[in-house]
């Protein structure tokens, strides 16, 4: 199972993992983690689902493959979320947390609470781990996207530096765009 999706190949893991249960026994919670977490990344959360009943109920992954799904809905997922975060602020499961208010922020299009939960996450996530690249990549991504959008709305050009220092130089930092 472990072999297949490292491999990405979300279909055959998908297949082993029901396989291995049928045969032999019920997988330990923490391997469900992995391959619902591997199922979801590979854009299979309708099969996620399945294994929803081995996790936590608060579990980050839980709500993440809830709300993919429309099982839950987004201000329910950000309520859940938050509600965790207090409890567990620095753990590895807060890192799923944000991603979750991550998720609910890019569908909502709030550029602010997007980058926000992304800088969260990747700050609780080592960075030495395989998706430490993808991360940073993504969140790069979401500076250039919320710029972007603050450039079109302000109608600012790109490289007018003068123009992007006058707007940032106004706005008050509770207030600012980004």
Do not use: C
């Amino acid at each position: 199972i472990d072999s297949y999706l490292d491999e990405r190949n979300q279909r055959e893991g998908y297949l082993a993992m029901l396989r291995y249960q049928q045969d032999f026994q019920a997988l330990p919670p923490e391997r469900v983690a992995k391959y619902v977490g591997a199922l979801a990344a590979g854009g299979m959360e309708k099969e996620a689902v399945a294994w929803l009943a081995y996790l936590d109920q608060n579990h980050p992954l839980r709500l993440q493959v809830q709300l993919k799904t429309g099982l839950l809905t987004a201000d329910a997922a950000s309520t859940q979320a938050r509600a965790a975060l207090k409890k567990t602020p620095t753990t590895m499961a807060a890192a799923g947390y944000w991603a979750v208010l991550g998720q609910v922020a890019a569908m909502k299009g709030d550029f602010t609470a997007a980058i926000e939960a992304q800088e969260q996450s990747l700050n609780l996530q080592p960075l030495e781990d395989k998706n430490a690249a993808s991360r940073k990549d993504a969140l790069w991504k979401q500076y250039q996207s919320a710029a972007r959008d603050v450039g079109n709305r302000e109608h600012l050009l790109a490289g007018d530096d003068p123009a992007w220092l006058t707007l940032a130089m106004g706005l008050p930092a509770a207030k600012a765009p980004l």
